[in-house]
């Protein structure tokens, strides 16, 4: 089974700053990676997703995240933080069950950002 | 385009009382559905998962169902809840067909579970 892990529950950051999220995965087959974002009580929103091709993908609000097969990575940036990008991240990678395709999450970061 | 409904926002039960959860899908057919369930700081645990009308598969033992009625509807299922169950419920939906690895899964608004 695959499977994803995200460093940190929470990161910090100020306004204007640079936001790392990391997350490393696990595979035994090349990867189909996604990036989750959520707001409070509400539904999870793609930001972007890996599949194959180009290593650096970019997403929705300024985020990228770039593949790096090398350090089974797929760490999530954005050159400067807003307010509004405070909310819980999650790195989620495609798993199969019996032969049905499934999404595995991992624990989410927490970002928080500071004026 | 595709939208995804699930109802009701919050719900609070008392230990022991029925539960049943309802999402639909509208602007696709057959799409593969699922249920998760989330508490903080353990991420998203998947439920159950349904690939057509009738076929739910569990990915852990607990004490809820799944049921498929039709083809864009799922609905989450419990006879006696107990206190464990409260949480954040997710339904969510893919795209069948072609390659289900490389497809992301589009969400629901969640429901908040208090088992009190």
């Known amino acids: 089974a695959q499977s994803v892990t995200q460093l940190g529950s929470h990161v910090s950051v100020s306004e204007g700053a640079l936001v790392l999220l990391r997350c490393n995965y696990s595979?035994?087959?090349?990867?189909?990676l996604f990036w989750y974002v959520q707001y409070p009580n509400q539904g999870l929103q793609l930001l972007l997703k890996?599949?194959?091709?180009?290593?650096l993908v970019k997403g929705i609000n300024g985020f990228e995240a770039e593949f790096k097969k090398s350090e089974t990575s797929f760490h999530l940036t954005k050159p400067s933080a807003h307010m509004s990008d405070a909310a819980e991240y999650f790195c989620a990678v495609s798993d199969q069950n019996s032969g049905y395709s499934t999404l595995t999450f991992g624990k989410g970061t927490m970002l928080l950002v500071s004026p | 385009s595709q939208t995804i409904h699930q109802w009701p926002a919050t719900l609070v039960q008392p230990v022991g009382s029925p539960l049943s959860l309802e999402c639909t899908v509208e602007g696709t057919s057959n799409p593969n559905l699922y249920w998760y369930r989330q508490a903080a700081g353990r991420g998203l645990q998947l439920l159950f998962y349904?690939?057509?009308?009738?076929?739910i598969s569990s990915e852990v033992p607990q004490n809820l169902s799944a049921s498929r009625p039709q083809d864009r509807q799922f609905i989450l299922s419990s006879k006696k809840l107990l206190l464990s169950d409260s949480g954040f419920y997710l339904c969510?939906?893919?795209?069948?067909?072609?390659?289900?690895?490389?497809?992301?899964?589009?969400f629901g608004q969640g429901t908040r579970l208090t088992v009190v």
């Open positions: 595979s035994s087959v090349p990867p189909y």
């Open positions: 969510a939906w893919r795209k069948s067909g072609g390659n289900p690895m490389n497809t992301e899964a589009f």
């Open positions: 349904s690939v057509g009308i009738g076929q």
């Open positions: 890996y599949t194959t091709g180009a290593t």
